[in-house]
């Protein structure tokens, strides 16, 4: 079942600084998020890099024995670590390295004291199109899945920031592939593609997609109502965009009001998703429900027993196995097993008669091979 989960292996991320404790404090702020190590030994760098080649170089303007103009040049020149996703750093914003880097390609620059925030998205990016470029090996219709919704969901984190509404049809027409995928048996590679992609919303949300679209085929829907649930799962969780950076990756548990603005992802999502005419009442459903539970522990409204139609109950499901199947800042993904074992246990929060459909569906999915 380990398609069904996260890579729990973080992207690698290389510092390169003459100045060590400089290496050091970045080091330690970036190293909730990825795999760091750092150098301010330009050669150990290199052969560490050779040993292991990174996902993303982080280099300073000053670096030492070497020059930075030998080190890149290193870099760029060696197969092994020419895909890499480079960022320099210099500690004058009018120094001619900017420019120099930027014939080089080198786009991504940092003046010091570097933001935070703005350094672990520039990381986050490039490990992210690394993942991307890897698709091209893929099998066309589920490479097509992957291309279509990360394109639709990049646009839709701009749109949400932007206050404007939500092209429906545009995202349902991503999401088509993905339906294909699921019919046709093959859609093994869609999760696996994804799973070492280090946007986490998406992630999340594509996975999201996945299961309910999986699930509501194991169950016998089928046509556009399919095709529903893969966009209700893709944007069900779209007002995260709008939660500050520290509380929705935050490396330790969320504590009072953190907690009070996480949940209101909910409400965020809602006011998005209202500002689009004519969207299908199961959208809604799926964003606005999939944290409530069975005995009205649930939020935003506590919905209990009843008031929680199937569609919710389904939601409900795939999210919590979304959820601890995933990698975090703060965790580890949990194994597909283990994660259905404790929601067996949470009688009175989820349906166990879905859950036994869901569990169903995922084994039978295992054992079954893909179609050619």
């Given amino acids: ?186 859609y093994k590679d869609i999760l696996t593609g994804v799973q070492r992609h280090d946007n986490y919303s998406y992630v999340h949300s594509l996975r999201v997609a996945t299961f309910l679209s999986l699930f509501g085929h194991k169950i016998g829907i089928k046509g556009e109502d399919l095709g529903v649930l893969a966009t209700g799962g893709l944007v069900h969780d779209i007002g995260k965009m709008t939660i500050p950076f520290e509380v929705l990756n935050k490396p330790g548990k969320l504590e009072g009001a953190e907690w009070d603005i996480m949940k209101s992802h909910v409400s965020r999502t809602l006011d998005f998703l209202n500002k689009t005419p004519d969207i299908p009442h199961a959208v809604i459903v799926i964003a606005s429900q999939h944290h409530e539970k069975l005995n009205g522990t649930g939020y935003p409204n506590g919905l209990s027993g009843n008031q929680l139609n199937d569609l919710a109950r389904m939601a409900t499901i795939v999210d919590i196995f979304g959820a601890l199947t995933d990698r975090r800042v703060y965790k580890d993904p949990m194994t597909p097993e283990n994660a259905l074992a404790l929601m067996a246990k949470m009688s009175d929060e989820v349906d166990q008669h879905f859950l036994a459909l869901f569990s169903e569906m995922l084994l039978e999915a295992t054992s079954l091979p893909e179609a050619a």
């Fill in 1 to 186: 079942m380990q398609i069904f989960s996260s890579s729990p292996r973080k992207s690698s991320v290389v510092l390169v600084d003459a100045n060590l404790l400089f290496v050091e404090s970045l080091k330690a702020a970036l190293s909730p998020y990825f795999e760091v190590k750092g150098f301010s030994d330009t050669g150990r760098a290199m052969a560490a890099m050779i040993d292991s080649p990174p996902d993303v170089i982080v280099v300073n303007e000053r670096v030492s024995p070497w020059g930075v103009f030998k080190l890149i040049g290193e870099i760029q020149n060696r197969p092994i670590l020419n895909r890499a996703g480079l960022i320099c750093v210099s500690e004058n914003a009018l120094s001619n390295f900017f420019p120099l880097m930027r014939d080089k390609g080198i786009t991504d620059a940092f003046e010091k004291p570097i933001p935070l925030k703005e350094l672990i998205a520039a990381i986050t990016r490039l490990s992210g199109q690394r993942v991307e470029a890897s698709w091209q090996k893929i099998e066309p219709v589920q490479r097509s899945a992957l291309v279509k919704t990360v394109s639709a969901f990049n646009s839709i984190t701009d749109l949400v920031i932007q206050g404007a509404s939500l092209p429906y049809g545009q995202v349902r027409d991503s999401c088509e592939p993905l339906v294909a995928a699921v019919r046709n048996n093959q």
